[in-house]
């Protein structure tokens, strides 16, 4: 297994949709909290295609940017970012790595959380197109836009943002022979759940919504030979050289 880098002081997760870092790695969020890790959420949309209820349409982005505020607090977090782009709609546009690239050279993080570029066969939910335009974005705005003065020049020139250089990505719901690390999160699971019941739009009509995700949690951690009884997240890490 690859080691990851131990003198992390600041994350910067990306993700689609509100909702996304929480089913993926909230555990895994909280215990850097918790260490004194300092992370950064970035959204790409506000979830507004999202929900299950007869929720009138104006008020999804609203409701779900504060559902995630309020899970974002469960686990740590206090500094949230939304991109405002359409959900389900969402390309690897020039103007979305741009703007993922701001927030990288904004908060200058060691690591960026992200979502998997590729299809997940086996689980083809957590390869929502919006989920893998995120992660290809966020992949080309670390690598190369970021670390790259001459790319997306008004960001230095009219913002006063320098190039930032992340050297190393976490990728969350990629495919399992990607997947190369793991994180023991017995310890935090209660703040993920917390986190999830915040999105009372997305998880209301789940049934045994605690049960479902320790259930899974024990399925990673038994995969990866974890002790019975851990509950675990796990991750593919990517070296940016």
Not at 37 to 60: K, L, N
Not at 110 to 134: C, F, M, N
Not at 155 to 160: I, W
């Amino acid at each position: 297994m690859p080691t990851p880098l131990t003198d992390v002081e600041r994350v910067l997760v990306v993700t689609a949709h509100p909702d996304d870092v929480d089913f993926g790695a909230a555990a895994t969020v909280a215990s850097w909290t918790q260490a004194g890790i300092e992370v950064s959420y970035c959204i790409c949309t506000s979830g507004d295609a999202g929900g299950f209820d007869d929720t009138p349409r104006a008020d999804m982005a609203p409701l779900r940017e504060a559902e995630q505020l309020a899970a974002a607090k469960e686990v740590g977090v206090q500094d949230v970012t939304f991109l405002h782009y359409p959900d389900g709609r969402l390309t690897p546009s020039v103007e979305l790595r741009r703007d993922i690239s701001r927030e990288i050279r904004r908060v200058r993080p060691q690591r960026v959380l992200t979502q998997s570029p590729e299809i997940y066969w086996k689980r083809v939910g957590a390869s929502h197109p919006d989920h893998r335009a995120a992660g290809e974005a966020a992949l080309a705005a670390v690598y190369p836009d970021a670390r790259n003065p001459f790319a997306h020049p008004e960001l230095l020139a009219d913002e006063g943002l320098e190039a930032w250089t992340v050297p190393e990505m976490w990728i969350m719901a990629a495919p399992e022979e990607r997947t190369d690390h793991v994180v023991d999160v017995t310890a935090t699971m209660d703040r993920k759940i917390a986190a999830l019941l915040a999105h009372t739009s997305q998880t209301a009509h789940m049934d045994d919504l605690e049960g479902r995700l320790r259930g899974m949690a024990g399925l990673v951690a038994r995969r990866f030979d974890l002790p019975e009884g851990t509950l675990a997240e796990a991750f593919q890490i990517v070296s940016i050289g």
